[in-house]
């Protein structure tokens, strides 16, 4: 998802694209729809091919596809995220005969390299990236952990646990729950993250009070009160994303998350803490007031993330949305990325 902060408002788009990650003009520059229309394999060494060394990083690709996007547009953009993506390197053949062809049409590529073109002189490398298998065991009790196919997470509902795979192998993660009544609640995974924002006084609630311009009277309880950024921790549609989490964070859920894992159903974790960070500062776009005051600023503010924390919220379950009693948050079930039966 592609978010552009500007004065009319936050405008999103998904991105699906990819963009040649060598330098050579007479290839072509994307993969257009071929990425998104064939199957892609793993990629394994081939004793007769050469992998070409990507040489554009990714960030320069980034700043490609924002310029892609800017160059018919005259209104200035304060802060553009990408949020939630995904990013793969894929290898696509070609083979040198008389000209270079495209290896997967059989069919040689409208512009012609360059008389001095080696290919011998382009950094190649050699994929070496075993598939590694980290066995889904809890590494406190050896239980056999659960989660969905799509999950970030795994839990031990023996010891009650979280964890989530990185390089290294399992590492367990902080959770709560936020305490409900109702047995049959379906339980949403949002990450509630502490951090440090620069430029802007957001510590408590009172805080966000005063910046949101909420309509409500600041009492020493508010004072008192840490303020959080409130953040889904599953991939919902571009057009719904902010929305969830400036009407999760306005509200802020003060009830005190309980340690345990909820019996009922949980909604599996498929946004990754640092996808959600990725959207904090398209959050306070989305709530400090005025706006137009505001904007200008934002491009120097800094917003470092202290401490996070996974919070399974009960939502109740309607025919064809999720409804959050205490913050009266609705979230349409044809929204969600994974439309699945819980
Ligand atoms: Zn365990």
């Given amino acids: 998802m592609c978010f552009s902060s500007t004065f009319d408002g936050i405008k999103h788009r998904f991105v699906d694209i990819s963009h040649l990650g060598i330098e050579a003009p007479f290839l072509p520059a994307t993969l257009g729809l071929r990425s998104q229309a064939l199957k892609l394999t793993f990629v394994s060494p081939e004793p007769n091919a050469l992998f070409l060394k ?3 990083s990714l960030e320069e690709m980034k700043g490609l596809v924002e310029k892609r996007y800017d160059a018919n547009k005259a209104e200035t953009v304060f802060h553009r995220a990408f949020v939630g993506d995904t990013i793969s ?4 053949p070609v083979y040198i005969d008389d000209k270079i062809y ?12 360059p008389a001095d073109f080696d290919i011998s002189t382009r950094p190649a490398e050699s994929p070496d990236w075993p598939i590694r298998f980290i ?3 809890c590494q406190t009790c050896g239980w056999d952990l659960e989660g969905d196919r799509e999950s970030l997470t795994l839990i ?10 990185t390089e290294t192998g399992l590492e367990a993660l902080k959770f709560g729950v936020m305490p409900g009544d109702n047995p049959d609640a379906v339980h949403l995974p949002f990450w509630r993250i502490k951090a440090a924002v620069s ?5 408590t609630y009172a805080d966000l009070v005063k ?9 020493s309880d508010m004072l008192d009160t840490k303020f959080y950024f409130w953040v889904q921790a599953f991939k919902v549609r571009p057009k719904i994303f902010l929305r969830i989490s400036r009407k999760m964070t306005l509200s802020q859920p003060r009830e005190e998350l309980i340690t345990g894992i909820p019996e009922g159903r949980l909604y599996p974790v498929t946004l990754p803490v640092q996808e959600a960070v990725e959207s904090l500062k398209l959050l306070l776009a989305g709530f400090v007031k005025p706006l137009n005051h505001f904007l200008p600023d934002l491009p120097n503010i800094q917003i470092t993330p202290k401490s996070v924390r996974l919070a399974f919220i009960p939502f109740e379950e309607g025919q064809h949305e999720f409804i959050q009693p205490e913050s009266l948050l609705t979230i349409n079930k ?3 990325a994974i439309s699945k039966n819980l």
Avoid at 89 to 92: A, D, G, P, R, V
């Fill in 334 to 336: 044809n929204m969600l």
């Fill in 199 to 203: 430029g802007i006084e957001l510590h």
């Fill in 102 to 113: 495209d290896a997967v049409l059989n069919k040689p590529l409208s512009v012609k390299p």
């Fill in 156 to 165: 031990c509902r023996n010891c009650t646990s979280i964890w989530q795979a």
């Fill in 211 to 219: 910046h949101a311009n909420l309509p409500k009277v600041i009492t």
């Fill in 135 to 137: 066995p889904a065991l």
């Fill in 89 to 92: 390197l894929i290898y696509s």
């Fill in 54 to 56: 990507p040489t554009l």
